[in-house]
């Protein structure tokens, strides 16, 4: 099956996509292929069809016919060969711990250079609403179509993060959007950059994010190399949500998984040959403990308080843990 991308690159006079930012495409990329040359561009309503098409015909506890697609979003400093790695991950992976849904990928433009993090920030801003407008929105406009449920689900890695909190945002502030009924189920955040108090209850920077989901479940790493502040392009930025969690109070529909203590006895083995970019900010690709806990979240099928892969710490938080033999 190919893969599915939304992007949102700017081609060049030779059609090739750049890391500047363009208009919405829809593309179908061969499996296997490392870039879009070999692309396939498809209109809107056709690539929507196609998806939601594939997306699963699971019945579930009610009876009812579902389908489910995970959108994912990723970080800064990603090439689009990194982009579609990351991307048949949690293609190949999500599937054998039970996931049944279509999984695609909305590609917005960044450097592939190490101290691009200032400018891909504002690109990410230049194209977050985008991914509202020309992603979820049109996904969420099929949610019944045909007889099937479709639910759809964001997965946001690094500055992942900061493109949906200024998408959902952008998103409210605009009539149009505002006024369609549109929503989320579950929105998972791994190795989030943005600020801890910015995901606080009420906090207007995330009042919206909040707003358009039904769940929202943070998965943080207390080692992430790539989120301390000692960084240097981190100089005077606020503790990341990635590094130390979900502030308290945070909204009911929230939860924090902590990762540190997996993290660790992972760091035991070497690195898989699948990683991509900094091990402590990118080991949830291809990790099976994270996948399936990531795969129960998204069924939905238990309570988030009784899924396999965690452990209650008090509530709202949790540890990821190894599931019982």
Partial sequence: MPDFIITARAQDAAGAFTDNPGPTTFLTVPDGALDYSQATILAPDDWIDRVVALAGTARDATGAIRGDVLVFIHGYNNTISDVLTRHRLLKTGLPL??????VVSFDWPCDDVALSYLPD??????????LVRDCILLLAQRQTAG???????????????YVIREA???ADDRPAIAAANWTVSQLALIGGDVSSGSMAAGNSASESIYRHCMRLTNYSNPYDEVLQLSNVKRLGVASRVGRIGLPAPSPANAVNVDCGNYYQRTMQLPPPATLVGVRSH????GDPVFTEDLAQTLNGDLDRGVITTRELISPGRYTLQAPPA
């Fill in 121 to 130: 920030r504002e690109r990410a801003k230049l194209t977050a609403f985008q």
């Fill in 97 to 102: 711990h039970g996931f049944g849904g279509m």
């Fill in 282 to 285: 990118s080991w949830y690709f």
């Fill in 147 to 161: 007889g099937c449920d479709t639910n759809v689900h964001l997965l946001a890695h690094s500055t992942g993060a």
């Fill in 168 to 170: 959902f945002d952008d």
